[in-house]
């Protein structure tokens, strides 16, 4: 089974540049999240989906992150624009609702966001 | 107080060793925990999650959780350098999952 695909897995930007960030679940999987990693933290959780529908979107800034999952499937992250502070690490996650007692969320390989 | 706690580290442990891991959450109303390994450069990659009080084993990881206490450990029995890397505690309420900062762990050979 193949497991989460983002892309890409490194970019590049001078600030005020916008960036987006693409995500491919694992098949079968209904719920899907963003997440954010700064060095040395964990990561934080900025969007989950349950198929079309943002369902928790309270960490996301939305004055310049915007996200979509138009067809339940494939999800887009968006940065515009984009600043300093938001060189991190953008992870990927998608889980299928409750599994033995647990909603396991597995990870995509993430994109490495340097923003200079 | 953050929501997930762990202990600071580095650990550093010999070859063969068992290490031990603690996380502390402060919300009693979590439901289920889960520990992820993370190499450095990498994604989390999930060892295993627990949601009874008591001890959870799979191979030579044992994951123990007290609710009473809102704390939860990792041990790794007989480590092996491929152990080492980050390993980040999370704590799931509603749907949310909180991670901790993580604890890095070094198996000196």
């Known amino acids: 089974e193949a497991g989460v695909v983002q892309s890409p897995r490194y970019k590049i930007i001078e600030k005020k540049q916008p960036v987006a960030f693409w995500c491919n679940p694992i098949?079968?999987?209904?719920?899907l999240y963003w997440y954010l990693q700064n060095l040395g933290q964990g990561p934080e959780l900025l969007i989950r989906y349950e198929n079309e529908e943002a369902v928790d979107d309270s960490q996301l800034p939305k004055d310049r992150f915007s996200a979509e999952r138009l067809k339940g499937v494939d999800s887009t992250l968006k940065i515009q624009p984009a600043e300093l502070g938001d060189s991190a690490v953008y992870l990927c996650?998608?889980?299928?609702?409750?599994?033995?007692?647990?909603?396991?969320?597995?990870f995509g390989p993430g994109t490495r966001l340097t923003v200079l | 107080q953050k929501e997930v706690e762990q202990n600071s580290g580095p650990l550093s442990v010999p070859e063969g060793a068992i290490a031990s891991l603690n996380c502390t959450y402060s919300d009693r109303g979590s439901q289920s925990f889960f520990w992820y390994r993370q190499y450095s450069g990498k994604s989390p990659e999930l060892i295993m999650f627990?949601?009874?009080?008591g001890d959870k084993e799979d191979g030579r990881f044992t994951a123990q959780l007290n609710k009473a206490s809102q704390y939860v450990s990792l041990l790794i029995r007989d480590s092996q350098p491929s152990d080492s890397a980050t390993y980040l505690c999370?704590?799931?309420?509603?749907?949310?999952?909180?991670f901790g900062a993580g604890t890095t762990v070094t198996v000196r050979a």
């Open positions: 098949s079968g999987h209904n719920t």
């Open positions: 627990i949601y009874s009080n």
């Open positions: 996650a998608s889980s299928n609702g409750r599994e033995e007692g647990a909603d396991t969320q597995y």
């Open positions: 999370a704590v799931m309420n509603d749907y949310k999952l909180s």
